[in-house]
């Protein structure tokens, strides 16, 4: 039997993410075969995998791809912040934004899809539960294209590119793609990741969202005791406010502090006909733990 050495363990453990004593096991079982190891692995994971599956995935990665006049962004959730810096985990989170750019935002073609391992999606979710250790999830996908023009892609703070936690999409409908329209999309994609825009244009907003804003506003003019035909000027003077607030093509342009965006997108000849943004984890309500009594469990206490 080849001896467990611990430079076997660590190289085991480097391929698949698994843990030490995971590791040094199947290797034991597998008498020092690598590969072997790495099947045993997979073996007992998958029993795992289902155990982990109810646990709440609120970290992970937004990832996005591009393509002529088109681009996809997704987000694929794990537990913990670790697992983000996790090679395989990165690759396979590129690789879904790759299919998705193929395929579109249907999300069981996503997972009948087949990447580099030779795995499906779904097949290759279940390998990495089983190698890491945590439950994974591809939560939401966005795939946005036009005729003409691009579908620019904006990762704040990117990890490494076109991965991190803030991810935006700006699709500009132009006559033709050039540089200046690329700049000009990427410029949209930091300014929507600062702003946080609710709605494309004023028509697109939810009116029962504009009808509630009306009446906290009246109930707050109406404290003030002025007349009621005062109070419904003051309203509409509020409501702009709101929508620039909300609205994107009516937010003032972070880049210069003055300008409307509708100003600078109608000042370059192009129409801005969408946006997306994903900011990893939210909306998700995350699991609170005491990391003291987790350790304390783990050591037997």
């Keep these: 039997m080849a001896e467990i050495t611990a430079a076997l363990v660590k190289e085991l453990r480097e391929k698949t993410g698994a843990g030490m004593m995971d590791c040094k096991k199947a290797l034991t079982e597998a008498a ?150 690329e700049a000009l999309g990427r410029q949209v994609g930091m300014h929507v990741a600062a702003t946080r825009p609710a709605s494309l244009d004023v028509a697109a907003i939810d009116p029962a969202a504009v009808e509630r804003e009306r009446e906290v506003l009246k109930e707050q003019a109406r404290a003030s005791g002025k007349p009621e035909a005062i109070i419904e000027k003051m309203i509409e003077g509020r409501i702009r406010k709101f929508y620039e607030e909300v609205v994107l093509l009516e937010q003032v342009w972070v880049h210069d502090g003055e300008s409307r965006v509708k100003a600078i997108v109608d000042k370059a000849g192009v129409k801005l006909k969408g946006f997306e943004r994903f900011h990893l984890g939210e909306g998700i309500e995350k699991e609170e733990s005491d990391f003291a009594s987790e350790v304390a469990k783990a050591a037997g206490g």
């Design 32 to 181: 020092g075969d690598i590969e072997a190891a790495i099947d045993w692995l997979r073996t007992k994971g998958l029993a795992a995998a289902a155990k982990k599956s109810g646990r709440v995935t609120a970290e992970g990665l937004v990832a996005v791809a591009s393509g002529p006049r088109s681009a996809a962004m997704v987000e694929v959730n794990a537990e913990t912040d670790f697992v983000a810096r996790n090679e395989a985990f990165q690759k396979f989170a590129e690789e879904v934004a790759e299919v998705a750019l193929k395929v579109g935002e249907d999300l069981e073609k996503i997972r009948a899809a087949v990447v580099s391992s030779g795995r499906t999606v779904a097949d290759e979710i279940t390998h990495l539960i089983a190698t890491i250790g945590e439950n994974m999830s591809i939560r939401r996908v966005r795939v946005l294209e036009v005729p003409s023009g691009v579908v620019a892609t904006y990762i704040h703070g990117a990890l490494k590119p076109n991965l991190g936690k803030i991810g935006v999409l700006a699709a500009i409908e132009a006559p033709e793609a050039n540089d200046a329209i």
